[in-house]
């Protein structure tokens, strides 16, 4: 028994630090990644204006600190046409990408309590974990949307 506990703890680190099969892209009118140039490319944006979407050949990285849902809005998320593989891989990624920023928020609350870092600190960790929490229920509601459409 207790070595099964040992495995399944391994087996969740590498679920939380792992790559996904779908990554977001910000399409932003003024600078693009490189690597988003394609699936931005029907998207037409204003100067400054910024829409994400989602690239389901793409890679995106979960591991502490780092994660798609801190990174952009998912306000007005645009999702193309998706078949069902790729609708489950943005899933998969929205589910990991919560599952990393809930680790994160235990982490700085535990880092807080041993005053390793300042209550401005602890404050910016947390308003970037509500922030990537409204992200996941967007993303969902999108997901959702795109899934009814099938």
């Known amino acids: 028994m207790k070595f099964y506990a040992i495995a399944m703890a391994g087996a969740m680190v590498l679920l939380t630090t ?6 977001l892209c910000n399409c932003c009118g003024t600078s693009t990644a490189a ?8 998207i037409k944006v204003a100067q400054g204006q910024c829409v994400a979407t989602v690239d ?3 890679q995106s990285e979960i591991s502490d600190g780092v994660n798609p849902l801190y990174d952009l ?3 007005n998320i645009w999702l193309g046409s998706p078949n069902r593989d790729q609708l489950e891989d943005f899933r998969k990624l929205l589910e990991s990408a919560r599952k990393g920023a809930e680790k994160d928020r235990k982490s700085s609350l535990k880092v807080f309590a041993s005053r390793k870092i300042d209550k401005a600190t602890a404050a910016a960790n947390a308003k970037r ?4 929490i409204v ?3 967007l993303g969902q509601q999108s ?3 795109a899934f009814s459409m099938q």
């Open 56 to 58: 389901f050949d793409g």
């Open 135 to 137: 992200n996941y229920y």
């Open 73 to 75: 809005s998912l306000r």
């Open 35 to 42: 690597a988003c140039t394609n699936f931005c490319v029907p």
């Open 143 to 145: 997901y959702r949307d």
């Open 18 to 23: 792992a790559t996904q099969a779908a990554s």
């Open 129 to 132: 974990y509500d922030d990537a």
